[in-house]
C-alpha cells in the first residue's frame, strides 16, 4: 500500500491556509455589506432587479392635515400641468376605471374630480399608486376620497411621460358613487287629454359645470305597457346652479303612472 508523504509538508502551510481562508471570509463579509449598503442608499446592484417605488405605509404616521380639498379650477390646473404642480397634497375623488392587477392592485388608472362624482363620466383621467392595503381591494367602479400627493406626468409603459397626473396615496376611503336623485325634482304631472305635463327641476350640486339628463316614463297604471318617455337635458349647469322645465309625455292615459327611469350627469362635451 502506498501511503503519502506528509514529512516535506512546511510547518507554516496549515497557518498559510487559515490566514487565506479568513481573507476570504473578511472579503465576503464586506461584500455583503457594501451591497446592503448600496440597497439602503438606493443605488443600483449588477444583479438587482427592477427598481420598486416606494410608497408609505398606511400604518406609518401621515400629517393628514397638509393634504388640501381643492376645488374644480384647482384640479383641472393640475391636470393640465402635472409636472409643475408636483409635490401638491391634495384631497380629491377617485372613480376607478382601471386596475393593474400585475402590480398587486396599488396603481389604479381613475377619474378624479373634486366633488364626489356619480359617475365615470365626469372628472379628468389620472393615474394613483399606493401601498397595497390601501387600493388593492379597489375594483372598477369603486369611488375614492384620497389623500394623495402629485408626483408628476404618469409615464406609461415605454418610459414616456404621458398627459395625465400620477398620484401618490396615503390615505384613502370607499365613499360609494353619488346619488343624484338629490339633485332633481320631479313635480306633480298635470293631466290632459291624452298626455302629461310634468315639472323638473335640476340644481347642480357640483363645482363643475355638468350636464344633467333626467329619464322619465309613462305606463299603464298596471305597470304592463309604456305608453310614452322624454328625456330633458339641462346642458351646461353652472356650479350650484338650478334650471326648470315643463315635460311632456305624449300618449299617456289618465290613469299613467309616472317614474324617473334614470338621472345622469356628465362632462358638457360627453355625446349621449
Known sequence: MTHADTSRRPRGAPVAARVVWATLVLVAMAGCTARADDQRAGRPTPDAGPAVVATPSPTAEVDL????????????????????????????????????????????????????????????????????????????GTVLRVHAE???????????????????????????AYDLAA???????????GRLLVPVTVRNSSDAVLTYRVDLVATSADGTVQQSAARPEFASLAPGSTASVDVRLEPASADAVLSVADISRVLPDVVP
Open 65 to 140: 392635515a397638509s393634504y388640501v380639498p381643492v376645488d374644480n379650477a384647482t384640479w383641472l390646473g393640475i391636470h393640465a400641468a402635472p409636472e409643475a404642480s408636483a409635490g401638491q397634497r391634495v384631497v380629491v375623488h377617485a372613480f376607478v376605471t382601471r386596475t393593474y392587477a400585475a402590480q398587486g392592485g396599488a396603481t389604479l388608472q381613475v377619474r378624479v374630480t373634486s366633488a364626489q362624482p356619480a359617475s365615470d363620466a365626469e372628472g379628468t383621467l389620472a393615474v394613483v399608486r399606493g401601498d397595497p392595503e390601501l387600493l388593492g381591494s379597489a375594483q372598477i
Open 150 to 176: 402629485v408626483v408628476g406626468a404618469y409615464a406609461g409603459p415605454t418610459g414616456r411621460a404621458a398627459r395625465i397626473p400620477e398620484l401618490t396615496v396615503v390615505a384613502a376611503e370607499e365613499v360609494g
Open 183 to 193: 339633485d332633481v325634482v320631479v313635480g306633480e304631472p298635470a293631466r290632459g287629454t
